[in-house]
C-alpha cells in the first residue's frame, strides 16, 4: 500500500540553524499539508499546499516557514532560523483530488530538537 | 484556526467496556468529521470519519454520531481491547480542506 514517506525521521539543530524537512506525497495526491505535533499535544496545521501553491497556513506558519515542490515528488519544508520552541514532530501529509474524500495520510513524522 | 474542544482528556476503562469520546466544533460550515487513532511514536491514522449528511455511521466496534444543530460529534469504541489503548483524535474540515484537530484522548483499556 503506498505510504508518506519523510526524512529525516529525527534531526538534532542548534538553534538559529536552518532546518529542512523531507516528504515524498502519495503518488497520485493533489493536495499536500504539514502539521506538527508538539510533545504530549494536539496535531496542529500548519500550511497546505495545492497546484504548486500555498492554500492556506496557519498563525504558526511564519516568514520563518516555508514550503516548497521542488521536483515531481518531493515536498519539503524548511525552518529559516530555528528556536527553541519549534521542538517537534513534524507530520506530512497528503490527499487524494477531486471530490469528496477527505482522508489525509500521514507519514510518520520528522522529529526536530532545538537545542 | 477552527476551535475544536475534546472530552475527557484521558479515559480508562475495563477490557470489554464502552468507551465515548466527544468534540464540540463552532464553525456550522463544517461537513467532515473524522476521528484519527495515534499509538505512541506513530502517526494519525483514520478510523472512521463521518459527512454532515448522516448523523450515524459504525463499522464493527466503532460508531461515530454527529448532531450538527449541537455541533458535537462523539466516538463510541464497544467491547474495548487493550489494543485500542492510544491518543484518539477527532478532526473536522474547515477553510481549504484543511483538518484542525481536537486535543485528544488517551484511551487506557485495563485488561
Known amino acids: 500500500e503506498p505510504e508518506v514517506t519523510q526524512t529525516p525521521s529525527h534531526q538534532v539543530t542548534q538553534m538559529g540553524q536552518e532546518v529542512i524537512l523531507r516528504c515524498v506525497p502519495i503518488s497520485n495526491h493533489l493536495y499536500f499539508y504539514w502539521y506538527r505535533q508538539i510533545l504530549g499535544q494536539k496535531v496542529e496545521f500548519l500550511v497546505s499546499?495545492?497546484?504548486?501553491?500555498?492554500?492556506?497556513k496557519s498563525e504558526i506558519f511564519d516568514d520563518q516557514f516555508s514550503v516548497e515542490r521542488p521536483d515531481g515528488s518531493n515536498f519539503t519544508l524548511k525552518i529559516r532560523s530555528t528556536k527553541l520552541e519549534d521542538s517537534a514532530m513534524y507530520f506530512c501529509?497528503?490527499?487524494?483530488?477531486?471530490?469528496?474524500?477527505?482522508?489525509?495520510?500521514f507519514g510518520e513524522g520528522s522529529r526536530l530538537t532545538v537545542l | 484556526g477552527e476551535n475544536v474542544e475534546q472530552h475527557p482528556s484521558t479515559l480508562s476503562v475495563q477490557e470489554g467496556d464502552s468507551a465515548v469520546i466527544k468534540c464540540t466544533y463552532s464553525?456550522?460550515?463544517?461537513?467532515?468529521f473524522p476521528w484519527y487513532k495515534q499509538e505512541l511514536g506513530k502517526r494519525p491514522q483514520l478510523i472512521i470519519d463521518i459527512r454532515s449528511n448522516v448523523g450515524e455511521k459504525k463499522d464493527q466496534r466503532i460508531a461515530v454520531t454527529l448532531n450538527k444543530t449541537a455541533k458535537h460529534f462523539s466516538l463510541h469504541i464497544t467491547e474495548t481491547q487493550p489494543e485500542d489503548s492510544a491518543v484518539y483524535f477527532c478532526?473536522?474540515?474547515?477553510?481549504?480542506?484543511?483538518?484542525?484537530f481536537g486535543t485528544g484522548t488517551r484511551l487506557t483499556v485495563i485488561p
Open positions: 464553525d456550522s460550515a463544517s461537513n467532515y
Open positions: 478532526a473536522l474540515k474547515a477553510g481549504a480542506n484543511n483538518l484542525f
Open positions: 499546499f495545492y497546484n504548486n501553491e500555498i492554500s492556506e
Open positions: 501529509a497528503s490527499r487524494k483530488p477531486g471530490g469528496d474524500t477527505g482522508e489525509l495520510f
